[in-house]
């Protein structure tokens, strides 16, 4: 008999519930008889929210990095709440969302979207969430050398910093080469360190430099992709991972 396999989309909280819904839906879209999918915050998830324990659950991690989060308080939780019902799954984890493993020309649309919006002579930072203490994860410097390609040789350095751990912004901002600095967040949604975190257009003129800070990398992803598909497929498609 074959095995039952369920699908879960996990973000942190609510703040990634827009890019879960796409990656539900496209999840869906791909699966055999369009099969459900469920999904959850870890924040918030309770039994309720998790699909049939009766066989295999596949989990999508919405997060950037593979850090603590996702690779150990994540499978402990999920493991609690089954147990709360009596049930023991098989918990089958796929990649973080940000390391761009079976999403849809992942770096393509962002690199060819960031192509068109950087001036030539414009450098990039990458502003990650670090891991103090602990080894880094390695999606921000992946994710980094993935770009290169597309934004070469337009972009005059690229960059790696990281909130909370060496090298911080602080540290690599005076070292970047061209006289305008555009910020890209390595993260899901508008949250703390969007808000309270991000480097400021006073640090820059310190070192001579003008500012510019996009959105996080999982916003400015929806919004590329969805103007992507919509001109290259004649509607949106929210074809997302394996």
């Known amino acids: 008999m074959p095995r039952k396999i369920y699908t879960l989309c996990v973000s942190y909280d609510e703040a990634g519930a827009e890019l879960r819904q796409h990656l539900a839906d496209g ?21 309720a929210d998790l699909p049939p324990g009766d066989g295999v659950v596949r989990v999508y991690p919405l997060f950037m990095q593979s850090g603590w989060t996702v690779t150990e308080a994540l499978p402990e939780k999920l493991r609690a709440l089954y147990a ?9 984890f796929k990649p973080v969302w940000g390391a761009g493993e079976g999403v849809e ?11 068109k919006e950087l001036e030539p002579g414009t450098s990039l930072l990458l502003v990650a969430h670090g891991v103090v203490g602990k080894e880094l994860p390695p999606e921000p410097a992946g994710f980094l050398r993935a770009l290169r390609p597309w934004l070469q040789p337009q972009v005059k350095d690229m960059a790696l910093a990281y909130f909370g751990a060496s090298p911080s912004v602080e540290e690599v901002l005076p070292r970047l080469k061209g006289n305008r600095i555009v910020v890209l967040p390595f993260l899901i949604g508008e949250g703390k360190h969007v808000r309270e975190d991000m480097p400021s257009p006073e640090l820059a003129e310190k070192f001579g430099k003008e500012l510019t800070v996009l959105p996080p990398i999982g916003a400015f992803y929806l919004q590329k992709a969805r103007e992507y598909w919509g001109r290259e497929h004649s509607g949106f498609s929210a074809r997302a991972c394996d």
């Open 27 to 47: 999840l869906r879209a791909r699966s055999l008889n369009h099969a459900p999918v469920w999904q959850a915050s870890f924040r918030d998830m309770e039994a």
């Open 105 to 115: 020309n992942f770096h393509g649309v962002i690199g060819a979207a960031l192509a």
């Open 84 to 92: 709360e019902r009596g049930l023991s799954p098989e918990l089958e």
